[in-house]
């Protein structure tokens, strides 16, 4: 399984442990976090997963580890290790449910650009001009920045 980063602390892993616990033990917190998701990402949490990201056919978990994985929720295809550009999608929305998880956020690298869908922003342009849109994420899954290849910031 691919990690977070090959730095995360032990301080980090207990964060994640911290989190996965108390959206077992702390049913308000969940639904305050969670809403109408909050039983999902309930029984996520029972298999040591804190759930960072839901999308329409997928869920993109972390484990008590750093273990990032996506699950599949619409086919029931065996969770799989999810890509870098996943980890940074889920990451980067994470932060909405779970401002803890910043110190996990990966940093721009040197050789990064800013991203030309939301000019360096995180929200595409769209967003600005209807609301509605506002969680249709970016290339660069709200980093503001994307790595081009050959610059030695390469993503997947």
């Known amino acids: 399984m691919t990690t977070v980063a090959t730095g995360l602390t032990s301080a980090q892993r207990d964060l994640i442990g911290f ?15 969670w809403l109408n998701a909050a039983a999902f990402v309930r029984d996520r949490a029972k ?15 972390i484990t008590r580890n750093g273990d990032v994985l996506v699950v599949d929720t619409e086919e029931g295809a065996p969770d799989r290790p999810a890509t870098q550009a996943e980890r940074y999608l889920a990451l980067f929305h994470s932060i909405r449910q779970f ?16 991203c030309p869908d939301c000019l360096g922003t995180g929200l595409h342009r769209e967003v600005l001009s209807n ?9 660069c899954g709200g980093a503001g920045w994307i790595s081009l290849p050959g610059s030695g910031a390469d993503a997947e």
């Open 19 to 33: 989190l996965i616990d108390e959206a077992l033990r702390d049913p308000v917190e969940l639904e305050r976090r």
């Open 47 to 61: 298999s040591g997963q804190l759930v960072l990201l839901r999308e329409w056919t997928q869920t993109t978990v």
């Open 99 to 114: 401002p803890e998880l910043l110190s996990l956020l990966p940093p721009r690298p040197a050789g990064a650009s800013d």
């Open 131 to 139: 609301p509605v849109l506002r969680s249709v994420s970016c290339r």
